[in-house]
């Protein structure tokens, strides 16, 4: 129920989706894997990726500053940079972290953060 109830708020104006610029690298990389272990067609990832486009999100550059955050918190809680770019931005945002990563989440509670597991949609 909890998604569905995010979901309109996006579609309604309520709630605004943040995310670092990272996401578009790391969409488009997924996509590509998907093509070459023989998961999805190619004109089937070029559709997922047009829809991806239209998705209204705010990208972030992340700062220097940020990263060095991102690597103070990769070193303290054996966490990649690529994750904690998320966390820190969330952080940075005064934002719930929101994910279908659940390794993410986890860490991301286990540093206090306020998090939510999204399951991983079928595609």
């Known amino acids: 129920m909890w998604p569905l109830k995010l979901l309109k708020g996006f579609v309604e104006g309520v709630n605004e989706l943040h995310a670092p610029l990272l996401l ?8 590509r894997t998907y093509v070459s272990r023989n998961m999805v067609t190619a004109e089937y990832a070029y559709k997922l990726s047009n829809i991806f486009s239209q998705i209204e999100l705010n990208y972030h550059e992340p700062s220097w500053k940020s990263l060095q955050a991102s690597l103070k ?4 809680h054996d966490i ?23 390794h993410l989440y986890q860490k ?4 206090d953060m306020e998090a939510t597991y999204l399951p991983q949609i079928e595609i």
């Open 80 to 102: 990649t940079i690529y994750d904690t770019i998320y966390i820190t931005l969330a952080h940075e945002l005064d934002a719930d972290l929101i994910t279908v990563d659940k």
């Open 24 to 31: 578009r690298y790391e969409v488009y990389n997924a996509l």
């Open 73 to 76: 918190q990769a070193l303290e």
């Open 108 to 111: 991301a509670v286990d540093m």
